[in-house]
């Protein structure tokens, strides 16, 4: 995107490339810009950074489960616009690549490596979708890395532009989603939850691992924490923002650094921004 102006010629009525065509193409020569740590934004060359009245959004499961394959889309929208692009990476807490970004529109999207080293998803003058209106969006696949690497973020630039020449109608886009290993899984049911509710975990006594189910009404920010006795943090289930339902994860008895913990009373907590809900459960060995 960086210096590569996509712009509708109205008389011949064909897509062009302005700038820095290698930007667009396959290859590692060229430079970044989805906002993440050491990169700028489109914005370089691309005007109105998130004032405009449109999004970029990131929509990803709330948490990763190591090695899963997950589907991921990318959505820009903006009223009366109709030439749109976007690039984006993902990186762990150190600014690293993590996981692997697996094309699987290739008309749409391409993937390539910056100068850097990191990896990228990216439109292609196909995908610019140079004759939709109004908004657009992109789908593709992120594999997890193989073990847990703790906070993985997704960091996006996206371009809702016009078909003039020059960018003083385009408007431009970021966005982020953030994750943590999670072993939540949701449990398809008919309908929605109606309250906040944290089942007794099965089995209990249990050794050496026991299930916690709960449901949401709403979506939610979520922390499902184990903790001991003293009342000192065990291990945090899962961290993050939820959709609305109804949810299942297994807790096998190690704490925050893989260890098995002692026999004995425990105790679960699920907090939301609206409720709190603590459990009692016996580890017996």
Known sequence: MKCCRLVLAAMAGMLIVAGLVGAYSNGT??????????????????????????SATITAP?????????????????????????????????????GEILVTDAVRTQHAT????????KHTLDGSDASKANNTDWSFQWVAPPT??????FYMAAVAGDEAAGP??????????????TAVVDVTGSSLPGKLALSQNYPNPFNPAT????????????????????????KVLHEGILPAGSYRTRWD?????????VSGVYFYRLQTEESCAVRKMVLLK
């Open 29 to 54: 020569s060229f430079e970044a810009v989805t906002g993440a740590p050491g990169e700028s934004t489109c914005a370089d060359c691309h005007n109105n950074l998130n004032t405009g009245s449109g």
């Open 62 to 98: 709330a948490g990763y489960q190591p090695g899963d394959t997950m589907d991921i889309t990318v959505s820009v929208q903006h009223s009366g616009q109709s030439i749109w692009g976007f690039e984006l990476t993902v990186l762990d807490a150190t600014a690293s690549p993590v």
């Open 114 to 121: 910056a100068v850097s080293g990191r990896e990228y998803i």
């Open 148 to 153: 847990d690497v703790g906070l993985v973020t």
């Open 168 to 181: 003083n109608g385009d408007y431009t886009y970021t966005d982020t989603h953030s994750m943590l290993a």
């Open 211 to 234: 299930t916690v189910e709960f449901d949401l009404p709403v979506r939610s920010r979520v922390a499902l924490t184990v903790f001991n006795v003293l009342g000192q943090q065990v």
């Open 253 to 261: 008895g190690t704490d925050a650094r893989g260890s098995q913990v």
